[in-house]
């Protein structure tokens, strides 16, 4: 009999244990802001220029962030193996298939040729039916221009080539809608 109390003790306080562990983690969540991140901190004269550098577009063709200057740029770093990254992607293909004509998208990937692969990536994309623009860091150019040490990362960056914002983290729908909006007026 006292072995079965025993094992009643433990189920119940796992279970309290677990209650409490799922109440923290949605508080904690509701409370996370995204405006609370880490701004990245540009080193060149004019601090608000954005750092430029060279990537690989879908057709193997090196391409230069100031190739996108003159129209608004949102420039996502990220990987498939990184789970916040992975989270965030269907926001941002939504905010690319609303905002397209206004803003240009550069969704970065970290292709390392062992965790992430040009090809790879591209099915991965393509499985998941995301519509954006993809661009492959596989020199690293991007990586180090900004000092990238954690995924996923998001610069916004106005039609001058001014950086407005620029997030550490995975960031929501609604700070994504905000800084669009922010680009565009």
């Known amino acids: 009999m006292k072995k079965y109390i ?37 080193k060149q004269e004019d601090s608000n220029q ?31 193996w990184c789970g916040p990254c992975k989270m965030e992607l269907f926001e941002f293909n939504e905010a690319y298939k609303n905002n397209n004509q206004e803003v240009e998208f550069l969704m970065v990937n970290l292709t390392d040729g062992y965790n992430d692969t040009v090809e790879g ?20 150019s991007a990586t180090n221009a900004y000092g990238i040490y954690s995924i996923p990362q998001t610069l916004f960056i106005d039609k001058e080539g001014k950086i407005l914002k620029s997030f550490k983290g995975m960031i929501n729908k ?11 007026h």
Do not use: H
Not at 174 to 184: F, G, M, N, R, V
């Open 6 to 42: 025993k094992i009643i003790v433990y189920l119940i306080s796992f279970i309290v244990v677990i209650i409490l562990a799922i109440f923290g983690y949605n508080y904690l969540t509701r409370r996370y802001s995204p405006d609370e991140t880490v701004i990245i901190e540009n």
């Open 50 to 80: 954005a750092t430029d550098f060279e990537v690989l577009n879908m057709e193997g063709e090196k391409v230069k962030l100031s190739d996108f200057f003159g129209k608004p740029i949102i420039v996502n770093f990220w990987a498939t």
């Open 121 to 140: 990536v591209k099915q991965f994309v393509k499985n998941s039916n995301y519509e954006f623009p993809l661009f492959f860091d596989t020199e690293y």
């Open 174 to 184: 609604e700070t994504l809608e905000k800084y669009i909006e922010k680009l565009i």
